[in-house]
């Protein structure tokens, strides 16, 4: 409450407006890719040509005799440790002698400008010998080595109950997911400038700014205190910038070359130069009795983790986690594998391995519906997960659980009406006026989804906060990574709702200035950083209410509860907190074409309490918009180990007429035990089950099988065609 | 280094620039050329710039014809008077990227990359339109088929620019579909173009992304027409619909790529060239 007694305005629970939001507007937000120094010199990066080849021999000189050119550094020429990753360090700065992905960093060039940079970097002479590249994920398991740590990043074993039970019915299959991009919008970019004392500021658009520090100064065998990072504005991050880029060789040209250095990776190099949402293959068998209450799950989980570690671990260890579904499942039997192949390495993005179990184990499920000859959404009540249920890794499900009321709300929510006069680009085919309506069919797929919160498996997760008082203004510091998703307004209403005042600052995050605030993903930022933010502005506040004068500063770390890693068996307490949604999908297909339009997606989700609407829609719907992508749409196509798309011209992902209407049913508030203002993450869940429901829609529609997503015109066209032939 | 860039504003000026410049890169809407050179693919060592050639802008109506302006862009091809007068065109306009790109790309560009994907290219060859071009051995007068020759290949000769696209007006139904991965925006996958002209009697099917250049369906084409009422501008034989879509799937090369597979676009051109007859005959 503020001193005057009115409710402060801008507090939790309205609409707040975003601090960065006109200047996004307006065009005069600073991004990355916007910095710029006095003497500043630009990077660019050569990059191997294979998935898979030796280096025989490098030789620089042609790059260095180019007129302009400061720089050309190689694996040599790095003083640290030689690889970086967020979990083992196992990616080269500079590949040394063996190429493993399209697209691996193997020189770096400083020039006077890019172009001449670039026709430096092409102007290396790389011998290399080409080496046949191991691109399936399964044959990764036992085939030859391809890096010295082997091909097995991860593998996991979940036993659960009687791993022996078995249901009176019973419905398997196989289930693929392709591998999504990020497609954020700023490409990756930074500006790194050297001290004068053997350190540099680096100036980057990431998600976690310690850790990055860290991985960096490693390699450049520095103290951590000599490399100093802060947050230049980001352009969409999605998962892609939890892992290093270009921060390494950015630094490494800056301290040779003694002069700041930026670099800006071209949309093409982004697509080669971080990691992207793992694909999987998925073979599920689910047993239930004749009421269709699930006796036992069982399911094998291959992901694809290309050339090197990144966060494949923790992404298996999600995926099987939630291999079931949010569902009672007495029994369960999980076998995950995350392999080292030649495609690019894959890591996090938005729903972090949850996001291809859901896909498999909702079509389990409506699969199983129709063995039993039950509605679909009934039989997901049946089985709804419920606050005091246990996952399958045994753990007991303490917090919000409001699957029965998320698919409640979402099923019942009313059908769009077919439109007797559609306007043609709203059909299938869009602007390309295709469609023939008597060739539209309609569909309506359902699924249910959810995830865990936060770090877990033993993770310290943790994030700071500074708050300082000072003439009715309140400063506050915290390194979390703003990428778009609006902590920075959630910081200012928090302030503004512990202290009562109007004017919240937020400082400029930086590892110079603060402890680390963690990573902006997992959906963990509004209860981690919303925490240390809320913990120390409240001690703030008892001590100005005590009469102290300002300035009054506090800093707060928060911890949240600690977790345990999996055991043997894959049982522990391995989770904090979990978040649920559920989403039905309208779909029109054009049967003969194979084309798609989403017309609605409803959705119900599970938020705890909502602190800024506007935020959580935008949450809801950009999500629901990735979603839909990796439904219909969003793939990064591999030839052999080659990437065969790495632009916006071939690398789709939905435009505003593919966008469906989004109905948000329901925003179920029941705050969560242990959470800063019971309020859960709202990120993820928008694209953990939408695709799924996407998915169901069309092969409502359709009456297809359609096990791989994205479901691509031609697996519908050519499918129908074929099933027709036959009738 | 910074190529040169000369920026005529009469057609002789341009035919001069042409002639004088040192390996000269044509820049017409930028659409295609200025992506490829920020992909750092092209790097031009000069450029000729003919988006203030007068005689290069806008179109005019010229008899049976009409004659449209190397520099016209798909915005004036999509709507207005034009649009009426070859509606195959100007929704094959409507298809193409996103408004501010059809503010910019020009009919001239599209057929000078002669992309298989070119999205007014099907249309042209249903229309059976002509080329003119001008250069150091003056103007010269092409089929549109006979222009492009290949992937990307087209007949123009060194120095030579494309002027003018000229098409006839005819008086009958015309469809242009298109079919691509995404609902707006999107490189095609397969076009199909369909042309009735009911005063010549003659049924046209230009097919575009299923071959490495715009594609006439004659055996479809022969059938149509063969079937029509030309009293009634209808085909009465219900069969014949599904069979032209067949023909038309017979005169086609598609090929497997990160797109799509040849075997679904020989499939998809046998939707459309049905549909588009349904639309315009039945």
Known sequence: MSLTGERVRGGLGESARRPDGGPKVAGSFVFSSDLTA?????????????????????????????????????????????????????????ADDTVRYIGEAVAAVAADHPDTARRAARAIVVDYEELEPLVEAEAAITAEPIHPDGNVFAHLTIRHGDTTASGDVVVEGDYEVGMQDQAFMGPESGLAIPDGDGGVDLHMSTQWLHVDRDQVANCLGLPHDKVRMSLAGVGGAFGAREDVSMQVHLCLLALHTNRPVKMVFSREESFLGHVHRHPARMHYRHHADKDGRLVKVEARIVLDG?????????????????????????????????????NPPCGAMRGFGAVQACFAHEAQMDKLAAALDLDPVELRLRNAMKTGDRLVTGQVVTGAAPVEELIRTCSGWPL?????????????????????????????????????????????????????????????????????????????QIVREVLGVDEVILAPPGTADIGSAGSTSASRQTWMSGGAV?????????????????????????????????????????????????????????LDLGLVRVVEVATSQDV????????????????????????????????????????????????????????????????????????????????????????????????????RIPVRPQDIALAHRDSTKLA | MTPSVAQPRSLDDAVEALR??????????????????????????????????????????????????????????????????????????RTIGSPQIRNAATLGGNLGTASPAGDSLPVLAALDATVETIGPDGVRTLPVL????????????????????????????????????????????????????????????????????????????????????????????????????????????????????????????????RRALERALR
């Open chain 1, 306 to 342: 290309g050339a090197y570690a990144s966060t494949s671990r923790p992404v298996l260890v999600n995926a099987c986690c939630f291999a079931a579904g949010p569902y009672a499942v007495p029994n369960a039997l999980v076998e995950g594998w995350a392999v080292r192949t030649n």
């Open chain 1, 38 to 94: 006095d003497g500043m010199v630009w990077g660019s990066i050569l990059r191997a040509p294979y998935p898979h080849a030796r280096i025989r021999s490098i030789d620089i000189g042609p790059a260095l005799a180019l007129p302009g050119v400061h720089a050309v550094l190689t694996a040599a020429d790095v003083p640290g440790d030689s690889s970086y990753g967020l979990e083992h360090a196992d990616q080269p700065v500079f």
């Open chain 2, 20 to 93: 004088t410049a040192i390996d000269p890169t044509v820049l017409a809407g930028g659409t295609d050329l200025m992506v490829a050179i920020n992909a750092g693919s092209r790097r031009p060592t000069s450029v000729v710039s003919l988006i203030r050639v007068p005689e290069l802008q806008g179109w005019h109506r010229d008899g049976d014809e009409v004659v449209l302006g190397a520099c016209l862009t798909y915005a004036e091809i999509e709507r207005g008077e034009l649009a009426s007068l070859v509606p195959a065109l100007a929704q094959a306009a």
């Open chain 1, 416 to 492: 769009p009406a077919e439109d007797p006069e559609p306007d043609p680009m709203t059909l299938p085919g869009g602007a390309g006026r295709t469609a023939d309506g008597s060739r539209l069919r309609r569909g309506v797929g359902f699924a249910v989804g959810f995830k865990n919160l936060m770090y877990s498996a033993g993770f310290d997760d943790y994030s700071t906060a500074r708050v300082r008082l000072e003439g009715g203004v309140a400063t506050v510091t915290c390194a979390a990574a703003e990428v778009g998703q609006g902590f920075v307004t959630l910081a200012e």
């Open chain 1, 534 to 590: 809320e913990r120390a502005a409240l001690a703030v506040r008892d001590r100005r209410d005590a009469g102290e004068r300002e300035p009054i500063e506090e800093t707060y770390e928060y911890h949240h509860p600690p977790t345990s890693p999996l055991d043997e068996n894959g049982q522990g307490n391995a989770h904090v907190s979990y978040v649920f949604a559920a989403h039905r999908a309208v779909v029109d297909v054009d």
């Open chain 1, 608 to 707: 705890g309490r909502v602190l800024n609407p506007l935020q959580v829609i935008g949450q809801v719907e950009g999500g629901i918009a990735q979603g839909v992508g990796l439904a219909v749409m969003e793939e990064i196509v591999m030839d052999r180990g080659v990437v065969r798309n790495a632009s916006f011209t071939d690398y789709l992902i939905p435009t505003a007429l593919d966008m469906p209407d989004v109905a948000i049913a329901a925003l179920v508030e029941e705050p969560e035990p242990g959470a800063p203002f019971g309020a859960k993450g709202v990120g993820e869940p928008p694209t953990i089950s939408s695709s799924a429901a996407v998915a169901a829609a069309i092969r409502a529609a359709t009456g297809l099988a359609l096990t």
């Open chain 2, 146 to 273: 006979e222009f492009v020759t290949g992937v990307k290949r087209t007949a123009l000769r060194a120095q030579e620019i494309i002027t003018a696209v000229r098409v006839p007006v005819l008086r009958g139904p015309q469809e242009f579909l298109k079919v691509g991965t995404r609902n707006a925006m999107v490189i095609s996958v397969v076009m199909a173009a369909l042309v009735i002209d009911l005063d010549g009697r003659s049924v046209r099917l230009g097919l575009g992304s299923v071959a490495p250049v715009p594609v006439r369906a004659r055996d479809a084409e022969a059938l149509a027409e063969g079937s029509v009422d030309w009293d009634t501008a209808r085909i009465g034989d219900q069969t014949v619909f599904g069979r032209f879509g067949e023909l038309a799937a017979e005169s086609t090369a598609p090929i497997d790529d990160h797109r799509s597979t040849a075997a679904y676009r020989r499939h998809a051109v046998s939707v459309c060239a």
